[in-house]
């Protein structure tokens, strides 16, 4: 499959405890994005990076979450602290920036539950 | 404020029959908007995007300014198409896509 891969895809924690997920987007994709999606709801822009650079992060984006994307490919998602009301899909999407072409490609998403 | 609204949370119908899901958009400026399915245990694709004006899988849909409005068609339903549907623009900066709440398809035979 040589789509956005994201790992883990379940991962049920502790509150207080931290936890990381990773996202693998399409390989040359300069563009990568994370969303958060609750029961119920639409996915929520949580930030996005364009090759390395994080430049935007949404106020959903509390100080005990951050985002890295180091060498412009993969990228991490680290909750510090975790709370129940972190426990949602958190999905990763890549898209490549060209003129007139910016689908943005999701991965499976991993379900954190904080229990 | 950029915002949509899907009004319907499930949209039920027959084989056969029409369906038209429904979105609002609130947005200022020139909007890009998109349809993104998602099947069963599938991940969130891409189904179609107002500038292409293309057809997928029988379904179109059409924006429309005056009524901030692109609600999803499709003349007859197949029971393939039963699934969740999320209508949603890409906002000012950065490529980012604001979501609806999602309208869950299910057609029955």
């Known amino acids: 499959d040589t789509g956005v891969s994201q790992d883990p895809r379940h991962k049920i924690t502790k509150r207080g405890q931290n936890v990381t997920f990773r996202c693998d987007p399409i390989s040359e994709h300069n563009r990568l994005y994370w969303y958060r999606q609750t029961l119920g709801q639409g996915p929520e822009f949580l930030t996005y990076f364009q090759n390395e650079a994080q430049l935007e992060k949404s106020r959903l984006l509390s100080d005990r979450f951050s985002a890295e994307r180091p060498k412009g490919s993969f990228s991490t998602l680290e909750i510090q602290r975790t709370e129940q009301g972190d426990s949602a899909m958190y999905l990763c999407a890549s898209s490549l920036i060209r003129t007139g072409h910016t689908e943005a490609f999701f991965g499976q998403g991993t379900r954190l539950t904080v229990v | ?20 899901l429904k979105c609002n958009y609130s947005y200022s400026g020139s909007p890009e908007l998109f349809w993104y399915v998602q099947y069963s245990r599938q991940r969130l694709q891409l189904l179609l995007r107002h500038i292409s004006r293309e057809s997928i899988k029988g379904f179109t849909a059409d924006l429309n300014k005056g009524e901030t409005s692109f609600h999803l068609k499709k003349p007859f339903a197949q029971e393939e198409d039963s699934a969740m549907y999320y209508c949603a623009l890409k906002g000012l900066r950065g490529g980012k896509l604001i979501f609806g709440q999602g309208t869950e398809l299910s057609v029955k035979p």
């Open chain 2, 1 to 20: 404020a950029q915002r949509v609204t899907q009004p319907e949370k499930l949209l039920s119908v027959f084989k056969g029959a029409p369906v038209e």
